[in-house]
């Protein structure tokens, strides 16, 4: 019988937000806060949560409180397969993830002591993605 994580782990990847967070998390940091991933994809805490939730289901995420925040973050994957499947969206074209990508550096680049302290879709983001050149 098929291991149902082989399943799970390609259904989590195949939706695009899942798909954006996960490259994000390879490529512009391995940790990022719900409130984070919201203002970089532009989506409502419950969507953001459920997305991460099914990438942390599939075994392709670890989460961690501290204080109000929940960050998640790439899971160390040691099976050949998951490995692969991890590398396969790493080597995806980066010219599909540049504006989520800039999203997220900027985001990133509000920060204090490498922690999120800005709750989403603050003041502070918006006047940072406004002045922000495109």
């Given at each position: 019988m098929m291991d149902e994580r082989y399943i799970d782990s390609l259904?989590?990847?195949?939706?695009?937000?899942?798909?954006?967070?996960f490259w994000l998390?390879?490529?512009?940091?391995?940790?990022?806060?719900v409130a984070e991933a919201?203002?970089?994809?532009?989506?409502?805490?419950?969507n953001v949560s459920r997305n991460l939730k099914m990438l942390y289901r599939a075994g392709l995420l670890s989460h961690q409180k501290k204080g109000?925040?929940?960050?998640?973050?790439?899971k160390e994957q040691t099976a050949p397969h998951?490995?692969?499947?991890?590398?396969?969206v790493r080597f995806l074209p980066k010219d599909d993830f540049l504006e989520v990508a800039r999203r997220c550096i900027l985001r990133l680049s509000l920060r204090e002591n490498n922690e999120c302290?800005?709750?989403?879709?603050?003041?502070?983001?918006h006047e940072?993605?406004?002045?922000?050149?495109l």
């Open positions: 259904k989590a990847l195949s939706e695009p937000n899942r798909l954006r967070l998390l390879l490529h512009v940091d391995e940790c990022m806060a919201m203002d970089v994809i532009g989506d409502t805490q419950y109000k925040w929940v960050y998640y973050q790439l998951c490995k692969a499947l991890v590398d396969s302290v800005l709750g989403a879709d603050s003041a502070i983001w940072k993605i406004s002045q922000s050149p």
